[in-house]
């Protein structure tokens, strides 16, 4: 009898650690550092430029294609519907291929380098970052293991939205960045 009273309390304080550890898990800023929203894309049209560079593009690099960007969608009497976009890949160990883009309010030709890019409507994973490159590609690394965790696969690239203007702010800490990342 004593046995059978020890294996029940036992048994009943190992559903609350389990308990507990499941609220604990459920959330995805206990595991991955952030709250994340799945939502809908929400801007299809943009106009695109690449390069690539020797270098870690730093906000000068970044901020010389945005302006580019500017420039032709002014001259094509287009307008911004949100904040420039920004996708950074590493080619080797010497180069860097970067992506800038500005969602627009309708289809434009393209100029040169200059690009009309289409995103396919469907659902994209969000959250916002307070940091600098370090803190937003640790942010990266953990949204690559929550696409892995909840067996996700991702149809397109990764971007991060630009809110705070790093040209302006030139204090990392008080960047604010959105990422998003297409999921199926």
Known sequence: VKDYFFVKQTSQQFNQVIRAMKEFMDSPRNLY?????????PD????AIKTVIDHYPNTDDVYKLVERLRDYINRSQAVETNQP???ILKID?????YMVAIPVNKVLPGEGEIQMKRMITGNIL???????????DEAFDAFDNLITDYAKKSPAIPFQLLITD???????????????YPVL
């Open 93 to 97: 160990s010497a180069r860097y291929q």
């Open 166 to 180: 790093r040209q302006v702010v030139r204090d990392t800490s008080k960047w604010i960045t959105k990422l998003y």
């Open 126 to 136: 969000v959250t916002e970052i307070r940091g600098g490159e370090a803190t937003i």
């Open 85 to 87: 976009m920004l996708n």
């Open 44 to 47: 299809t049209l943009m106009m």
């Open 33 to 41: 550092g952030f709250e994340v929203q799945e939502t809908t894309v």
